[in-house]
């Protein structure tokens, strides 16, 4: 029997979390002196239990006996909605130490701290045994590795079942999550900051090197996409999502895709599976249907 469809946002009721709970959070040393002192803490573990958890559904089931790893995990707010809205085991892994010990922290004041597993490590060289969990999400991280294989094939090691990746498309012109030049990330890393520099987006030149669908599926032969649109079961799902917050980059609402947006979703959701390929972002689920070489 197929699983039933998600439903809309609009039908869900949003994350509450008291004043005192938010006020402790915003105390944590790590939270209030970086960054991201000012994330709206319950839209973001919202923002994750629509785009991730609740996505889950039509690929697999959560049980208890389920292990999801987040992995380049940052504070760990992926983790926390799996841990706060499904009955799953968890997995955080982040290079960063201090930063996994102040996502430690607030889990604990949410109170699902002991519903997690943490490590710190890198992906490329994971803390973690084969075969340790049967669902692995890396989301926006594959970018920062410089193109490593390790890192690709460390996912689909660790792995029993899913994958699920979201990181910028090399093939795509225009990349969001750098300068936003055309073809700036096509171009020698030399060149890039030139170009970068003479439009004053110096301060999104990060160096860094992304990767095309076909380099992922070499270094994942055990797997296919089973996706039908980015890491949704179709464009419809995705649409269900709106209006959604988003917590980082252009902080904010999103009521709805533009016009223009909308009708290159729609002719790319034509090709399935293979839709990420022309998509901004290879955004993805992968499922193990074989064994790894």
Known sequence: MSNPPVAPASERPPLRLDAETVARIREVEHLRSGGYAELDIGQTLDFYRKRYVEQIAPFRTLTPETTVADIGAGY????????LFSPARVIAVEMDGPRLEAGREIA??????ERIEWHVGALGALPLPDACCDIA??????????????AVRDLARISTDLVILTTPNLWFPVIAHDTE??????????WRRVYARAFNRTDRENDNLFWSPIGIRRLMPAYRTVSGFLHYRSLDDFLGTFPFHLPYIHRGRVEKVGRLQGLYYGLAAKLGPASSYVMPNLACVLKRTGASR
């Open 181 to 190: 030049l055309p073809l700036c990330h096509w171009l020698p890393m030399s």
């Open 137 to 150: 999400y890396c989301v926006e991280v594959l970018e920062h590795v410089q193109r490593d294989p390790g």
């Open 108 to 113: 604990a004041i949410l109170g699902v701290a």
């Open 76 to 83: 760990g707010w992926l983790a926390m909605a799996f841990a």
